[in-house]
């Protein structure tokens, strides 16, 4: 089993490449897929071969990332003679020869159209109690792996018709899940568990979610739950928030008050629109922001995982190099992630504290890109 060298840079701990980025076989809703599906041990293999290259130290999957699933078997995994234990003993044996650990386990309940019109506040309280027991299976799956945190995205959880949504409800709905997440793990005894965290997104695949912003989750979480300090908040940077043109430093810095930020899942995005999911720092915009998200984490003494969650670029999919292109990717988000850490350790001193706003900005660019600002003040001046 291999032994991977910490990653220690500023604010993070570890960085996390998850199954479902590195599969992504980059179809978009005007067009096929680019990529072929690999079988996940495939994928696993990738990531692994990542890690012997000091890329990453973590990984974390959905359940249907690694294994089908089928309804009607909903505890195969319990089965040592069924196709899903034997791939997910495969996988457990692959990332533990490889020295990966799992950061978080999360259920999809947003591929499979029984869950069309939800997932834990779908109406049909059969379809619930289905999900119901894809959580409870991800979180056995998680168990297996020795998944740290279980994460419930708020997936297909959402409306476009506001007359049809059972408004007094949803809500407990969700609630009755999340506290039965925490008591499945109580009772079984699922001690790898260390907390479970809510990923809010505005919209998208619904017209509206219910738990659109992290301020939202957090007064879910303080509100609803009833053990709140069992559960926080992994927001999506820039993604999620940018989606609805929040700021990625109000964000941490709201979440790190409130002892709720877990962990962050990181990427890149254009301001207002659809959910990018661009590599990190790659599209027109959004360096400053993340630069200046991670000084503020390390400024506020935050000490965290940062797991990638975008894909590749829909054209920089390879049809004929399969491997080498999704290789490349995970190279990428990695070296984005070196460079945006040393960027915001350039950040570092109270140099803006007798400035003025615009000044402390122009010269926090300067410092960023490693300009003198005495050169730049004579190039200014023309002397
Ligand atoms: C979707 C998204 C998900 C979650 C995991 O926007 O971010 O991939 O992170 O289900
Ligand atoms: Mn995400």
Redesign the pocket.
């Known amino acids: 089993m291999a032994k991977l060298k910490p990653f220690k840079s500023g604010p993070v701990t570890a960085r996390s490449m998850?199954f479902?980025?590195v599969a992504n076989e980059l179809g978009d809703p005007f067009g096929k897929t680019v990529l072929e599906h690999l079988p996940s041990t495939e994928v696993c293999k990738i990531i692994c071969e990542a890690a012997a290259d000091g890329l990453i130290e973590m990984t974390?999957f959905?359940d249907g990332d690694l294994v089908p699933w089928d309804p009607k078997k909903p505890e195969d995994d319990l089965d040592k003679k069924s196709e899903a234990y034997g791939t997910l003993q495969e996988i457990k044996g692959m990332l533990k020869e490889a020295g990966l650990t799992v950061n978080t386990a999360?259920c999809?309940l947003?591929t499979n159209p029984l869950f069309r019109r939800g997932g834990l506040t779908n109406p049909d309280r059969k379809i619930r109690e289905l999900a119901r027991k894809k959580v409870e299976r991800t979180l056995r799956i998680g168990n297996m792996l020795g998944a740290k945190y279980f994460?419930y995205?708020v997936?297909r959880d959402g409306f476009e018709v506001s007359v049809k949504v059972p408004w007094k409800n949803v809500h407990q709905w969700m609630a009755d899940a999340l506290d039965g997440v925490f008591d499945y793990i109580q009772a079984n005894k699922l001690t790898n568990y260390k907390g479970g965290t809510i990923?809010p997104?505005p919209n998208?695949p619904r017209g509206h979610m219910f738990l659109p912003t992290s301020g939202h989750a957090v007064g879910f979480i303080c509100g609803k739950l009833k053990n709140a300090d069992f559960w926080g908040v992994?927001p999506?940077l820039l993604?999620?928030e940018s989606m609805t043109l929040l700021n990625a430093l109000n964000t941490v810095s709201f979440l790190v008050s409130t002892g709720k930020l877990f962990f962050l899942?990181f990427g890149c995005q254009i301001k207002g629109q659809f959910?990018n999911?661009f590599p990190p720092l790659v599209g027109p915009e959004g360096l400053k922001e993340t630069v200046q998200m991670f000084w503020l984490l390390d400024e506020l003494r935050w000490k965290g995982v940062v797991e990638y969650?975008s894909h590749m670029l829909r054209c920089e999919g390879d049809p004929d190099d399969q491997i080498g292109c999704r290789r490349k990717f995970v190279r990428n988000a990695s070296t984005a992630l070196t460079v945006a850490l040393e960027l915001a350790d350039r950040l570092k001193g109270d140099w803006a504290k007798d400035l003025d706003e615009s000044e402390a900005d122009i010269l926090g660019i300067m410092k960023m890109c490693g300009l003198s600002e005495k050169a730049m003040a004579d190039k200014t001046r023309k002397k």
């Open positions: 998850p479902w980025c974390s959905h999360t999809s947003h994460t995205w997936a990923e997104k998208e992994n999506e993604q999620h899942h959910d999911d969650d």
